[in-house]
């Protein structure tokens, strides 16, 4: 079964695995009309595709409003591409079903079927994908002729640099295993998990209870850390907390894991920088992986001692990557952000037991923008500020009435 894998995406959320969910109670008639949008109708089968599509993107909130509001936004959008002739081809629409497909590190066709799994049809992703795609050029069309970017506002965006700090997180993380078939259960426990948890006491006494990381007997808190440590999957989750809040429950592959945002703080003496990770993982059997990795602690200083370990075993036990932090996967880069060179983790992941070592850190040495990426740059953030603006004209204007 091809399942979607972790991802963050360009609609400021992240794509993640998750376990089939039950559809939500059906109307009646499900090709009934639910609202009308300048006497367009939405069906309420159209509603209950999209309330199923963000739950497969872990969408927060309430879903059902969430669904109505963005389809409303989609039919304005289509009838504003329409007044200006505007049309997406079927080359185009495919096209952009790859690009947003490949996000998720699948082909459109495996996307589809992914969705398919979950009772989301192809014509609601492709309905989707077109009304995006229409949607940019009518901004582009409108747009685009009258904004000017100025050579002075490149040079202050140059001089500025990118205009952040280097961020640093204090979190605190309750990791719970989820081997082969438990998935759904484990989300389910991680979702009344949270439910529960009111205060960051309450955080850490449920972590204390029920995590499975090598942070559980301090109530799962972490040191500060660099944003840049942490995996792209990881990243935006944390961002999104207020101090305080304790995030969606998020796949990691072998693990569902709670985080919660104890501090934010940024270093304006420093640039923000992305950063290579060289690391190693050995895995141990699941039934004394913590006994066995503790042997194993003791017995290497750096990751280079674990080939003579491994000498004799069966070559996929050991692993050893270099990648950048942002891409590695979520419950690898949630360990290794919180270790120093040569430092060790254990935890059960599947139906195994990693032994996890970092081998080295490395910032990566960024290439200035060049003069027409930054004024591309402060072009499209324009263009996105007028796209808002525009949508909330079109509803303001729009009628949109239930039968």
């Known amino acids: 079964m091809i399942r979607l894998a972790p991802l963050a995406i360009a609609l400021s959320a992240v794509l993640l695995t998750v376990a089939p969910g039950a559809m939500p109670a059906q109307a009646q008639n499900l090709f009934a009309p639910r609202v009308y949008v300048n006497d367009r109708a939405i069906t309420e089968f159209e509603v209950q595709q999209r309330i199923q599509m963000l739950r497969l993107f872990r969408t927060p909130g309430d879903l059902e409003k969430e669904a109505l509001k963005a389809l409303i936004e989609d039919r304005l959008r289509m009838a504003a591409a329409k007044a200006l002739s505007i049309a997406a081809t079927p080359d185009q629409i495919a096209a952009g079903m790859e690009e947003f497909a490949s996000r998720a590190e699948l082909t459109a066709e495996q996307f589809i079927q992914a969705l398919g799994q979950e009772g989301v049809s192809p014509q609601t992703f492709r309905d989707f994908v077109e009304a995006g795609l229409v949607w940019r050029e009518v901004i582009r069309q409108r747009y685009a002729p009258k904004t000017v970017i100025s050579d002075a506002e490149v040079d ?231 796209a808002q603006t525009y949508l909330e004209e079109l509803r303001f204007n729009a009628i949109i009435r239930e039968p």
């Open 156 to 386: 202050r965006a140059i001089a500025a640099g990118d205009g952040t700090a280097a961020v640093q997180v204090l979190i605190s993380e309750l990791v719970i295993p989820a081997p082969p078939g438990q998935e759904e259960a484990v989300l389910a426990r991680a979702e009344r998990l949270r439910a529960q948890i009111n205060s960051e006491t309450a955080f850490a006494a449920a972590a204390r209870r029920n995590s499975a990381s090598a942070t559980a007997g301090r109530g799962g808190r972490l040191d500060w850390m660099p944003l840049a440590n942490l995996p792209a999957a990881l990243a935006p989750v944390i961002l999104g907390l207020a101090p305080g809040e304790v995030s969606q429950p998020v796949s990691m592959g072998g693990a569902v894991g709670l985080f919660i945002l104890n501090g934010l703080r940024e270093d304006k003496g420093a640039a923000t920088k992305a950063v290579t990770i060289d690391y190693a993982q050995y895995l141990l059997p699941a039934a004394n992986g913590p006994s066995e990795a503790a042997t194993l602690r003791a017995s290497v200083d750096t990751c280079n001692d674990l080939y003579a370990v491994a000498q004799g075993q069966p070559a996929e036990r050991l692993l050893r990557e270099t990648k950048p932090a942002a891409e590695l996967p979520a419950n690898i880069g949630r360990a290794l952000a919180a270790l120093d060179p040569n430092e060790s983790t254990d935890f059960a992941s599947g139906g195994a037991h990693v032994f996890l070592m970092l081998c080295s850190r490395t910032p990566v040495q960024e290439v200035p923008p060049s003069r027409d990426e930054v004024r591309e740059r402060l072009l499209n953030e324009r263009l996105a500020a007028e």
